[in-house]
């Protein structure tokens, strides 16, 4: 009877680790940003990276079959790359070769 309740423990403990190392990036970082939301927490930065990149910064989770991890940044807001770096204008040319600076 001792052995058949270690055996079911086992089994539970299997089933549970494999549904949650299984859990999508996406998926695992919209549930997290919702509770910090719900926390009232602004200004943070959630990224999944791989496992080796995570470094020194605080983890909020794994994904992707524990190759990846979610790190939490606070202070940092993500911007679209097209926002964070402002835009150029074309080179125009006007005919006359450009003189070079004078005193250098």
Do not use: F
Not at 1 to 13: D, H, R, Y
Not at 22 to 38: G, M, P, S, T, V
Not at 73 to 99: D, Q
């Amino acid at each position: 009877m001792k052995s058949i309740k270690i055996i079911a423990a086992l089994s539970l403990l299997l089933a549970v680790g494999t549904a949650q190392a299984r859990k999508d990036c996406a998926e695992l970082q919209a549930e997290i940003d919702a509770q910090l939301q719900a926390k009232g927490v602004k200004n943070y930065t959630l990224e999944a990276v791989a496992t080796a990149d995570a470094g020194d910064r605080q983890i909020v989770g794994s994904c992707d079959g524990g190759s990846r991890k979610l790190v939490y940044t606070r202070g940092v807001v993500a911007t679209a790359p097209e926002a964070a770096a402002p835009a150029t204008e074309p080179a125009t040319s006007t005919g006359t070769p450009e003189t070079p600076l004078q005193n250098y």
